[in-house]
């Protein structure tokens, strides 16, 4: 075995080379983490988008007849039919996301008696899913409709109340009106 340099043995070289792989390895690891690093800091998604909540415009919607703008919350109330629709529109988040937290334990937290579930698309083309709840207040018995319609970056939630004694004369009203949902409504539309 021809050595390159004369003075160093066989096992001086071989220690020799194992002693230069982990510079190696630390040098590889110490680029790969910078650019790793790197493309966190320029890559805006790895960070986090935490979802707000803002006032919804009231013409996303056509309320039925017997409703009329809230002026206690955003929304529309029928005041002899003691029913509501509360209206907000939740942003950065899809109603998908949402509609993951409905679950059993979401239910007996709130006291709500899950009724059904119904995947639907508006007049205007917008996704959504609406579920039938009820609950008990004061020994009177209510129905709840929870909506969630939108597309990837906002969701309208729509909260709709109303006697379980009126149920057959306002649930075809409220159904309707949830075929109206319109993400992007102008003023010419209403």
């Given at each position: 075995?021809?050595?390159?340099?004369?003075?160093?043995?066989?096992?001086?070289?071989?220690?020799?080379?194992?002693l230069c792989l982990p510079v190696f390895v630390v040098l590889l690891t110490i680029f790969s983490t910078s650019n790793v690093l790197g493309q966190k800091e320029n890559d805006d998604s790895l960070s986090v988008v935490i979802p707000t909540t803002i006032e919804a415009n009231l013409?996303?919607?056509?309320?039925?007849?017997?409703?009329?703008?809230?002026?206690?919350?955003?929304?529309?109330?029928?005041?002899?039919?003691?029913?509501?629709?509360?209206?907000?529109?939740?942003?950065?988040?899809?109603?998908?996301?949402?509609?993951?937290?409905?679950?059993?334990?979401?239910?007996?937290?709130?006291?709500?008696?899950?009724?059904?579930?119904?995947?639907?698309?508006?007049?205007?083309?917008?996704?959504?899913?609406?579920?039938?709840?009820?609950?008990?207040?004061?020994?009177?018995?209510?129905?709840?409709?929870?909506?969630?319609?939108?597309?990837?970056?906002?969701?309208?939630?729509?909260?709709?109340?109303?006697?379980?004694?009126?149920?057959?004369?306002?649930?075809?009203?409220?159904?309707?009106?949830?075929?109206?949902?319109?993400?992007?409504?102008?003023?010419?539309?209403?």
């Amino acid at each position: 075995m021809q050595y390159i340099c004369p003075t160093l043995t066989t096992y001086e070289l071989l220690m020799k080379k194992l002693l230069c792989l982990p510079v190696f390895v630390v040098l590889l690891t110490i680029f790969s983490t910078s650019n790793v690093l790197g493309q966190k800091e320029n890559d805006d998604s790895l960070s986090v988008v935490i979802p707000t909540t803002i006032e919804a415009n009231l013409d996303m919607i056509v309320a039925p007849d017997v409703f009329e703008i809230s002026k206690a919350f955003k929304g529309y109330i029928s005041i002899p039919n003691s029913s509501a629709i509360m209206m907000t529109l939740i942003q950065d988040v899809n109603f998908l996301k949402i509609d993951e937290g409905m679950t059993p334990e979401f239910y007996a937290q709130n006291q709500l008696n899950f009724i059904s579930k119904s995947d639907f698309i508006s007049d205007k083309g917008v996704k959504g899913k609406y579920y039938k709840l009820s609950f008990e207040l004061k020994g009177d018995k209510f129905i709840r409709y929870m909506v969630y319609a939108g597309d990837l970056k906002q969701t309208l939630w729509l909260n709709v109340t109303y006697p379980q004694s009126l149920e057959t004369l306002l649930e075809e009203e409220i159904l309707k009106c949830f075929q109206t949902i319109n993400l992007n409504p102008t003023s010419d539309e209403k």
